[in-house]
């Protein structure tokens, strides 16, 4: 099936430019970037500063967007059957190097897991535009255990990356 990610959520405040692979099946159904209820996205980004995630998904947004993160995906479109990045197959890139020449204040693209952070190498790799923005690739906040990776709480301390980049 094909499936289409969603617009980006950014603003002239964003430093971070999360980017996701594609959001998955519950994401998707409820228009919602880490809508799966087990995903540790937004307890990650919350725990960033010490505070517990908000119930409306309009709160968490605004959140994301006053601590200066902004959200997207690496695949704008692709072929998918259900929700994992294994499945994934005929990939069409979003628009990244477009979006970082709209807002220039983006100082760090933090990759949501392997498959967006290989896919965007794949892509845009060799890209000059991009090449003075700073990478993180971190580990998915998918609710799948890893042997390092088993909780919010180990995601948690490696994500603590990004937070040189807000101020």
Not at 29 to 37: A, C, I, M, N, T
Not at 65 to 86: K, M, N, Y
Not at 115 to 137: M, P
């Amino acid at each position: 099936m094909r499936v289409q990610s969603f617009p980006p959520i950014i603003d002239e405040r964003a430093r971070v430019l999360v980017l996701g692979s594609m959001p998955g099946t519950a994401s998707l159904e409820k228009h919602q970037y880490y809508g799966h209820p087990r995903n540790y996205f937004w307890p990650v980004l919350y725990g960033l500063f010490d505070e517990k995630p908000d119930v409306e998904y309009d709160r968490r947004i605004a959140f994301a967007q006053s601590h200066r993160f902004a959200l997207w995906d690496v695949i704008a479109t692709c072929e998918r059957v259900g929700s994992l990045d294994v499945n994934i197959k005929e990939e069409q890139p979003n628009d990244i190097p477009g979006l970082i020449a709209r807002y220039p204040g983006i100082r760090c693209l933090a990759f949501n897991g392997s498959k967006a952070h290989d896919t965007f190498l794949k892509v845009f790799g060799g890209d000059r535009a991009l090449a003075s923005i700073d990478r993180l690739k971190l580990p998915s906040t998918s609710p799948v255990p890893t042997p390092r990776m088993r909780s919010a709480a180990d995601r948690l301390e490696v994500w603590r990356a990004v937070l040189p980049y807000m101020v």
